[in-house]
């Protein structure tokens, strides 16, 4: 089991940003894919960001696209998740989960593409708000 430690969440006011820190210990995460998901009360978890282990590419909802920028630095055993524009409906815990796979699984076409089954192993966290 890879144990992965999300950081960086918070309270932010409406048009803030955040970044989001994934990382994991005694394990290299350069060569899987990371996704990030989020969960608010009462909804089910969705996806909101990957990024596959080469060249890289990322993914996003296009709902999403254009204010999360997902990202990694394999030197420093890191995927990022930088927030911009936040908004309310943006709350939520924020979860990074690890592909054991090289690149995303991507669903085109459909509401949700990124699915939290084709992921392995997740981390505990991070608590998002965004409120006035």
């Known amino acids: 089991q890879v144990q992965l430690v999300e950081s960086g969440g918070g309270l932010v006011q409406p048009g803030g940003s955040l970044r989001l820190s994934c990382t994991a210990s005694e394990f290299s995460l350069g060569g899987y894919a990371i996704g990030w998901f989020r969960q608010a009360p009462g909804k089910e978890r969705e996806g909101v960001a990957c990024?596959?282990?080469?060249?890289?590419?990322?993914y996003y909802p296009a709902s999403l696209k254009g204010r999360f920028t997902i990202s990694r630095d394999n030197a420093k055993n890191t995927v990022y998740l930088q927030m911009t524009s936040l908004k309310p409906e943006d709350t939520g815990v924020y979860y990074c989960?690890?592909?054991?796979?090289?690149?995303?699984?991507?669903?085109?076409?459909?509401?949700?593409?990124?699915?939290?089954?084709?992921?392995?192993?997740w981390g505990q966290g991070t608590q998002v708000t965004v409120s006035s």
């Open positions: 989960a690890l592909e054991r796979a090289p690149r995303c699984t991507w669903y085109s076409g459909v509401a949700n593409p990124l699915r939290a089954y084709e992921y392995d192993d």
């Open positions: 990024i596959s282990s080469s060249e890289p590419t990322t």
